[in-house]
């Protein structure tokens, strides 16, 4: 029987019966169209997360409707260095004020050679530009393909936060998993085991220093966007961790995001999924709801 729209928007109720999992929508303010898409699944009360790009020019006006859903679900720092242009100028990490791309991102860190001063003063600058615009401090932070868990970055990031932050604490995003929870799951295996390896240190470190993270992380797609995305949803529901997590990508599509990235005509796909009833019947097929990060 088809659900009515009260039962579609209920809060999740989270019981012995059902498991909560942390359903965050990445990339706010990435571009106009994107933002546009989240706050349809914000307002509808279908995702319970979402992370902002601070250094975007979008971010100034997508922050004024991000500080409306505060208390609704977590609004956090989407960390990124490797997409558009630096808060800080051009500098040792950005030359032209241009970030860089992933993979010699990722090669400068794991060859010791990263500027140390500069990626430490544009995540102050991210993160500052959060807190003024919503008035608060992020309530968790990861980062734009997983670069805040690389190797360097990570060290830098921890070194910033424990000193922004002494008392209470962002929880943060640990972006790999169990590797049989990978092969379970299969939709990109190759994808998440290699930012699994990429990223295992960072888990330990940061629970050492005192902060929160969840256990059990899923959402690796290929964008495709003649891919049935809700089959996809299926299988980040297999093999769950004790606090789960599930990245997603939504978003409406614009000339902007189709010049910055590569994901585009995935993103109102996951849209339409998350609206749809298809959602809630295969969250229940697996025992499953979505929940607050405090909730789990």
């Not at 140390?116 to 734009?144: C, R």
Request: with cysteine; aromatic share 6%.
């Amino acid at each position: 029987m088809p659900m009515n729209a009260s039962e579609m928007n209920a809060e999740p109720e989270i019981g012995a019966q059902t498991r909560g999992f942390a359903l965050v929508a990445d990339d706010f303010a990435m571009t106009p169209a994107v933002t546009r898409g989240i706050l349809r699944l914000a307002e509808a009360g279908r995702i319970n997360a979402t992370g902002a790009m601070t250094n975007r020019p979008a971010w100034p006006e997508a922050a004024r409707a991000l500080r409306g859903l505060a208390g609704r679900l977590d609004l956090g720092l989407h960390l990124n260095l490797t997409a558009g242009q630096a808060l800080t100028g051009a500098s040792a990490l950005a030359p032209g004020g241009a970030l860089p791309r992933l993979a010699p991102l990722i090669a400068r860190g794991l060859a010791g050679r990263l500027p140390l001063p500069a990626l430490a003063a544009e995540i102050e600058a991210q993160l500052d530009a959060f807190e003024q615009a919503t008035g608060a401090a992020p309530d968790f932070i990861d980062g734009h393909q997983h670069v805040h868990a690389m190797p360097g970055i990570r060290r830098v990031l921890r070194s910033v936060l424990l000193r922004r932050y002494p008392g209470a604490k962002p929880w943060l995003r640990d972006a790999g998993d169990r590797l049989a929870a990978i092969r379970a799951r299969r939709v990109e295996a190759r994808k998440a085991a290699l930012v699994a390896a990429l990223t295992r240190p960072f888990a330990r470190a940061m629970r050492e220093a005192g902060f929160r993270l969840n256990a059990g992380f899923a959402g690796f797609s290929a964008f495709d966007p003649a891919a049935d995305y809700a089959e996809q949803f299926r299988t980040y529901l297999v093999a769950p961790g004790a606090r789960h997590l599930v990245m997603c990508h939504p978003g409406e599509v614009d000339d902007e995001l189709r010049a910055l990235d590569p994901a585009t005509g995935s993103r109102p796909n996951e849209i339409a999924f998350f609206l749809s009833e298809r959602f809630a019947g295969i969250c229940a097929e697996a025992g499953m709801k979505p929940a607050r990060f405090s909730e789990l």
